[in-house]
């Protein structure tokens, strides 16, 4: 399942990314432009944008293929899609590029050493590579206030 964003939930992307699900998001996109991209990758369109919503529904692909997002906080945008999707039990954090959505790859410690600063070679425990922007990614004690919350939209599934 994959999806694509506008402009407006851009929080909602990333966050969505971060639990390890595929989402395109621009940060500028006209409405025609994101409905044309949509059918071309097959993506469901997230907006809180009721005309957009209009707009993508009268092209045949993509009936049923829109979720018009309710809240204005992010938490509850990411439950609102997690719970509509079922997606509890696919979520694989820290597994995609926060920046260009693309899957990562486990980068082994040793060689991870001259691609981050010294404190994070450190202390991280594991590390991964952005095959598309280089980037690499590590999860350790820096990142305890956002695993936290991550881990409560993991264990939500549990209950
Ligand atoms: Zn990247």
């Given at each position: ?93 820290n ?43 590590w999860k350790g004690t820096h990142f305890h206030d956002m695993e936290?919350?991550l ?9």
């Amino acid at each position: 399942m994959k999806f694509i964003a506008d402009c407006m939930v851009g929080k909602l992307a990333r966050w969505l990314r971060l639990l390890g699900f595929d989402v395109s998001y621009y940060r500028k996109i006209e409405d025609e432009e994101l409905i044309e991209l949509a059918a071309k990758e097959k993506r469901i369109i997230l907006t809180r944008d009721h005309e957009l919503i209009k707009k993508a529904e009268k092209r045949k692909s993509l009936k049923q293929k829109t979720l018009l997002i309710e809240s204005e906080h992010w938490e509850e945008q990411v439950e609102q899609v997690l719970d509509h999707f079922k997606l509890r039990k696919k979520i694989d954090p820290n597994s995609r590029c926060l920046e260009c959505n693309e899957k990562l790859k486990f980068l082994p410690k040793a060689r991870a050493k001259n691609l981050v600063p010294p404190f994070v070679y450190e202390k991280a425990e594991a590390f991964a590579l952005c095959p598309s922007c280089g980037r690499v990614f590590w999860k350790g004690t820096h990142f305890h206030d956002m695993e936290r919350k991550l881990s409560r939209f993991v264990q939500k599934n549990k209950t």
